[in-house]
């Protein structure tokens, strides 16, 4: 069966640049997470989406970032004018619905896109 | 400020012996706690969990201890095989958002 997917697997990009990162969640998931791992770093919480909106936007690093999420389903995330600190493993994850205090849903992680910024 | 924390970056267990994966926490509100597997080159995968109100979640080989006192949980891997070689990353969630640690890199000696 199909997990998350995102692409690129791998991203260069020169410093100053715009670029996006995709992520396609596990059909019928309805939560969807975004995070990065930098070096040396756990995993670093950045948005969380409900269907399309975004209650909890706290992790963004900076108004560079930002991220959208259409028809419930695919979701982007956009770094605008990037910086070599934004070079890491920007990791998307989804789940069936967003935890309640009466169960945790699993999130499924994709691979991830590694991201170098020159 | 490190909400989670696993302060061993990597420990080494004999293959059939156990592995103790250990993490610390601050926030009293976190209401899950959760233990992922990565290889590399792979994203985390979800081991198990323990809701804030157990102190004991037990799937196969592996087992979460939760001692909210201590703000600490554990977990037990036994017997160890080589194919749990890799990170383990403690994680805590609160409300909708995870917070993860740095991770544990686990080698499983032959």
């Known amino acids: 069966g199909a997990g998350v997917s995102q692409s690129p697997s791998n991203k260069v990009t020169e410093k100053g640049k715009d670029v996006e990162l995709r992520c396609d969640p596990i059909s019928g998931h309805t939560a969807l997470y975004w995070y990065r791992q930098s070096l040396g770093q756990g995993l670093e919480f950045l948005i969380y989406?409900?269907?399309?909106?975004?209650?909890?936007k706290s992790g963004l690093p900076s108004d560079r970032f930002s991220a959208e999420r259409t028809g419930g389903s695919v979701s982007t995330l956009t770094i605008q004018r990037t910086q070599q600190e934004d070079s890491a493993v920007y990791l998307c994850a989804s789940s069936l619905e967003s935890t309640s205090a009466s169960s945790y849903n699993e999130q499924f992680f994709g691979p991830g896109t590694r991201l170098t910024v020159l | 400020d490190q909400q989670v924390k696993q302060n061993s970056p990597s420990l080494s267990v004999q293959e059939g012996r156990i592995s103790i994966l250990n993490c610390d926490y601050t926030n009293s509100m976190f209401d899950y706690f959760l233990w992922y597997k990565k290889y590399p080159a792979e994203g985390p995968t979800f081991l198990i969990s323990?809701?804030?109100?157990?102190d004991k979640n037990e799937d196969g080989r592996f087992t979460v201890f939760l001692n909210k006192s201590a703000k600490h949980l554990s977990l037990h891997i036994v017997p160890s095989q080589p194919g749990d070689s890799a990170v383990y990353f403690c994680a805590a969630s609160e409300d909708d958002k995870i917070i993860f640690g740095k991770g544990t890199r686990l080698h499983i000696l032959p």
């Open positions: 323990i809701s804030s109100i157990k």
């Open positions: 989406f409900q269907g399309n909106s975004a209650p909890d």
